[in-house]
C-alpha cells in the first residue's frame, strides 16, 4: 500500500458546484496533514493545514479522520479560477514529508 | 519576506553529463528539501536537511545523485551522469520546523534530458 494514495481524476465540474477529494494514508502514526495546490507548471503551494477539529477557509473546508486514515477537501461553490491539481501531504517516520500524487480538477463553465 | 530562491529555471542536458542545481531557502528556515517531480506525478523527496545534517536521503539516487549544505543555508543538488528517466523538475522548499510546518516551494528547475 502507497503510503499517502489520492486518486488522480480529472474531476471535471461546473462553476459553482460542490466537489471533494479524499486522501488516504497509510502510517497511523502521522500527525501532520496538510493540502497544497499546484497551478500546470507552477510549484505546489499550501493550500491549507488539516487540524484534527477539522479547518475551514471561506469555500474550502478540510477534515481529519484518523479511524479511517484518510483526509478530505470540500471545495463549494467552485470557481474556473480553482482549476488545479490537489495534492495532500502527510508526515510519516522521521517527520518525513510525503505528498500524494495529487487530483486533478477541472471547473467548467 | 524573500521566498526560495532556486537557479537555474531551465535546464537541457544531454545523457550521461553532469548538472547542478542551486537552492537558496527563506531565511531562518532550518529544514531544506529536495523534491524530483516527473509529470503527472507527486513530488517525490530526495533529500531532507536539517541544517548542515542529513536527515533523510533514503530514496536519493547515490550513485548518480549528490547534495550538500555545507553552511546550513544555501544547497546544491548535483546529478553525475544523467539519465533520461532524470528528466523532471527539481523543487527545492523550506520550513520553519522540521515536519510540522508547512513547506515553502522554490520556482523549481525543469530538466530535460535528451
Known amino acids: 500500500r502507497k503510503e499517502v494514495e489520492q486518486d488522480p481524476g480529472p474531476f471535471n465540474v461546473p462553476e459553482g458546484a460542490t466537489v471533494a477529494f479524499n486522501c488516504t494514508y497509510s502510517?497511523?502514526?502521522?500527525?501532520?496533514f496538510f493540502w497544497y495546490r499546484q497551478d500546470c507548471r507552477k510549484e505546489p503551494k499550501l493550500l491549507m493545514s488539516v487540524y484534527s477539529s477539522g479547518n475551514e477557509d471561506g469555500r474550502f473546508t478540510a477534515q481529519l479522520n484518523r479511524a479511517s486514515q484518510y483526509i478530505s477537501l470540500l471545495i463549494r461553490d467552485s470557481k474556473l479560477s480553482d482549476s488545479a491539481t490537489y495534492l495532500c501531504?502527510?508526515?510519516?517516520?522521521?517527520?518525513?514529508?510525503?505528498f500524494g500524487t495529487g487530483t486533478q480538477l477541472k471547473v467548467e463553465l | 519576506e524573500a521566498g526560495v530562491a532556486q537557479s537555474p529555471r531551465y535546464k537541457i542536458i544531454e545523457k550521461r553529463q553532469s548538472v547542478a542545481f542551486w537552492c537558496n531557502p527563506i531565511s531562518g528556515h532550518a529544514t531544506l528539501y529536495w523534491y524530483q517531480q516527473i509529470l503527472g506525478q507527486g513530488p517525490k523527496l530526495l533529500i531532507q536537511f536539517q541544517n548542515n545534517g542529513v536527515v533523510d536521503d533514503s530514496q536519493l539516487p547515490k550513485d548518480r545523485f549528490s547534495a550538500e549544505r555545507l553552511k546550513g543555508v544555501d544547497s546544491t543538488l548535483k546529478i553525475q551522469p544523467a539519465k533520461l528517466e532524470d528528466s523532471a523538475v527539481y523543487l527545492c522548499?523550506?520550513?520553519?520546523?522540521?515536519?510540522?510546518?508547512?513547506?515553502?516551494f522554490g520556482n523549481g528547475t525543469r530538466l530535460t534530458v535528451t
Open positions: 522548499a523550506s520550513s520553519l520546523v522540521q515536519g510540522n510546518s508547512p513547506l515553502h
Open positions: 501531504v502527510v508526515t510519516g517516520g522521521g517527520n518525513k514529508l510525503t
Open positions: 502510517n497511523s502514526a502521522s500527525q501532520s
